[in-house]
């Protein structure tokens, strides 16, 4: 079983910056992937940013430029950089991670709880 818990969320104004963390942890062989997320009330979640255990990394156009993600494959961890914040960045975000279990191989995507990132003045 995976565990995925997200720290960093809180209260910024517009123009600040945030730094997300996500760490998972279980009977994981490797992980492929870890992406953040994000949703807002009566809204679908999207994709924020993802990168692979490779380093490759893919953006939701409206944060290009403005967010990075980073990845510790010892650590089992990923970070968010979330610079020049806008008011609809306001969200709850979530990290994902998927990839493959240490018993019989088998994959696993597991989410985290979410963490709230307010943009206000």
């Known amino acids: 079983q995976v565990q995925v818990v997200e720290s960093g969320g809180g209260l910024v104004q517009p123009g600040g910056s945030l730094r997300l963390s996500c760490a998972a942890s279980?009977?994981?062989?490797?992980?492929?992937?870890m992406g953040w997320y994000r949703q807002v009330p009566g809204k679908e979640r999207e994709l924020v940013a993802h990168i692979t255990s490779g380093s490759s990394t893919n953006y939701l156009d409206s944060v290009k430029g403005r967010f990075i993600i980073v990845r510790d494959n010892v650590k089992n961890t990923v970070y968010l950089q979330m610079n020049s914040l806008k008011p609809e960045d306001t969200a709850v975000y979530y990290c994902?991670?998927?990839?493959?279990?240490?018993?019989?191989?088998?994959?696993?995507?597991?989410w985290g709880q979410g963490t709230q990132v307010t943009v206000s003045s």
């Open positions: 279980g009977s994981i062989l490797n992980i492929a992937g």
């Open positions: 994902n991670a998927h990839g493959v279990l240490r018993s019989l191989r088998g994959s696993f995507d597991a």
